[in-house]
């Protein structure tokens, strides 16, 4: 037997050891439940797991020889069921305490006892009523031991053990490790199952995030039917140069580049919420002064989205969208490979766009046309990398 | 010993239970500190804890005596650090694997062993080398035993153990006892420290979400010289109101209700973007088509907003906030009861605003003056609650 010992002590480090890394609540009880069942030789096992959210208790997962299975519509087991109020109350926990468990071979002999001796405080009818409840539903689940596993004196799990292959009896130090592997395993499981819902929280906040600024740059846009989808287009084709870039190993990204260049690529043209209609939709040439105001919109864009604290290569992209690689742009008259790539990016697909776009004044241009205003423009207006990529994206019909 | 041993074990047993719920690491590296250092009679305790981001050890605790403390400048072990080099490379591991720890009083023997032994890797001098320098890093550390943490083969951590207060040596079984202690509450920290980077991350997307809804607000607002910054005003009376309802326990409200009527409050008037300028700041009274499409904001805001998924409630607010308490306001004509509460609430607000601000057509009027007309139209146009509730506020002077 002390041999015996050694491996379940190993076995419970074994199988504790990590269990608080894998955070997949599913895989985890997988993991657990087939340890049971193959290395210790029992027959059968399942987990039942209290249900957080709704207060009751449910069959996780069951594993074990084909025929042994627990029939179905028994997945959940609410307060009253015997199993759970067994160890969930208090005047019958006299019953389980000593063995750490209940097990059916136990149970006329419990019955018996509480026939002769004075108890907690149920009534010793209503003891023995339940032990042959229990009794009754240990059968329907051809289990032939089951162990309670408790946080902070609350029933967190039972687990149910089927019979071992070798037909032998639970011996005490077995039911023991099933309770320190229970314990390890109900706490391990709601540790995965919040970190879940903690995952599930920051990525809904993280879409969330994304659709106000898709909403913000629609209602913006709205405005004027003429940059109708003006964002979301520049946003598709910036989206396509920077993959095609990525993929031929062209230029270096950073990880985030993809999410930067897509918040960057919607929210450009956001300062042009400060430009009066009159000049936005005017039917006509724009004087001098009507310009300025228009070449006004990069730096008040990023003026009005400081509050987001958003990314500076982010920032970037917003800024410099209307720089030219001659130098000869604005707001900051950046040149070459000072212009940073985001906004390098974000140049050319805004460009493509407002040509191929029907305008008050104009129908939209052929993107043949548009592509070879990018061919003959590419070094002087734009980025030669970025410009090549938007050329060749139009080739192989990418576009 | 045997008593020793039990007792070893339930301490391992109670201090490994409930750590991974314990999602605070600091809180839970001093726990642990503490139980060692009281329960288990060690002068002085301290725990170097690997530090994902930089890939360096940090002394992230440490607990013991008066005057036995480590001393300062010494909290970061790179690499190349004696002790860290000792547990982290194979071919030192030998040196440590029987005893799971290194104990200073063994290291002579180990120095001796190594220059009559063959040995994996190193040489034997560069061994004997480590050897010294590991016994003066622990001098210094007022250390006697120092064990090691590994996950998945890498080290997590190192317990720095102090002398025992009965001055005995450390047996194998307490060794290894801290081995297991170590080793469960290096990985309990790290759940822990991911815990708390997600909670981090989720509530920093949640903080964008929140400042997008508020710049997208004042974006639109900027347009309208009249009405810049009367969604933050709304806003904030509103929330006065519910503040002021829910202390008097008036009515029930769910516990994310004031978050919600805060993105309502915010939000209420963003159909208004689709508003022509000419309409919407015109110097004269309406034309009866002008104030029809006036009237449409609430549905427009709402539909715009449709991608974001707004609560439901949230959605009323904006949908509502026109609606009158007799049941002749718009969009739907909703009286009494029947119109939500959180539109009540920012009914009340929104009113209170677009009379005591300035207007292209009149300045704005006194608060005493915009009170007496909430008074005069309480259960008319206004919920009597609501604008109760606002009324006391004036009252208390708290607007």
């Keep these: 037997m002390t041999s ?37 030789g029992v027959r ?36 009253d069921s015997p199993l759970i109020k067994l160890f969930n109350c208090k005047e019958y926990q006299h019953l389980t305490i000593d063995r750490n468990a209940i097990v059916s071979d136990d149970i006329s002999r419990l019955i018996w006892r509480e026939s002769v001796l004075p108890n907690g405080g149920a009534s010793n009818g209503d003891v023995q009523k339940l032990l042959y409840d229990v009794y009754d539903q240990m059968e329907m689940f051809n ?20 019979e071992k292959y070798d037909n032998t009896k639970f011996e005490q ?29 920051a990525d ?12 913000l740059t629609h209602l913006i846009e709205d405005k004027d039917a003429y940059t109708r989808g003006h964002s979301d287009r520049v946003t598709e084709y910036a989206l396509k140069i920077s993959d095609s870039l990525m993929h031929k190993d062209t230029l270096k990204f950073s990880k985030k580049f993809r999410e930067t260049l897509r918040i960057s690529g919607l929210l450009h043209d956001i300062g ?29 864009g990023v003026m009005s989205l400081q509050p987001l604290g958003l990314e500076e290569e982010c920032v970037k992209g917003i800024l410099h ?17 000072n212009i940073p790539m985001i906004a390098a990016i974000i140049a050319v697909a805004d460009s493509y766009d407002a040509m191929t776009s029907d305008r008050p004044y104009r129908k939209g241009l052929p993107q043949e046309t548009a592509i070879q205003e990018i061919r003959k423009n590419l070094g002087s207006q ?13 080739e192989k019909g990418k576009l």
Tied chains: 1, 2.
């Design 44 to 79: 059968h096992a399942a987990m039942v797991l209290h249900d957080l959210e709704r207060d009751t208790y449910v069959l996780s997962i069951s594993r074990g020889e084909t025929g042994v299975k627990i029939p179905t519509g028994f997945t959940r087991f609410d307060h």
């Design 143 to 162: 289990t032939v031991a089951c162990v309670p596993a408790y946080h902070r004196h609350k029933l967190m799990a039972v687990l149910l053990l089927g």
């Design 272 to 300: 042009k919420i400060g430009i009066p209609e009159a000049i936005l939709n005017k039917n006509g040439k724009l004087t001098d002064e009507e310009y300025e105001i228009i070449k006004g919109h990069p730096t008040r």
């Design 204 to 215: 809904r906040n993280h879409q969330q995030y994304l659709q106000t600024i898709m909403v």
């Design 173 to 201: 130090e077995e039911l023991d490790f099933f309770a320190a592997l229970a314990s390890d395993a109900a706490m391990a499981i709601r540790n995965a199952q919040l970190f879940n819902h903690l995952k599930r929280e």
């Design 382 to 394: 734009f980025n030669p990398i970025a410009a090549q990529a938007m050329i060749e994206l139009y």
């Design 4 to 40: 015996l010992k050694i491996d379940f002590k190993k076995e419970l480090e074994s199988a504790s050891k990590g269990m608080i890394m894998i955070h997949d609540p599913k895989l985890l009880i997988k993991l657990i439940i087939r340890m049971i069942v193959r290395k210790l």
């Design 321 to 337: 969208h209307h720089e030219r690689y001659d130098g000869r742009g604005y707001p900051t008259k950046l040149a070459g490979e």
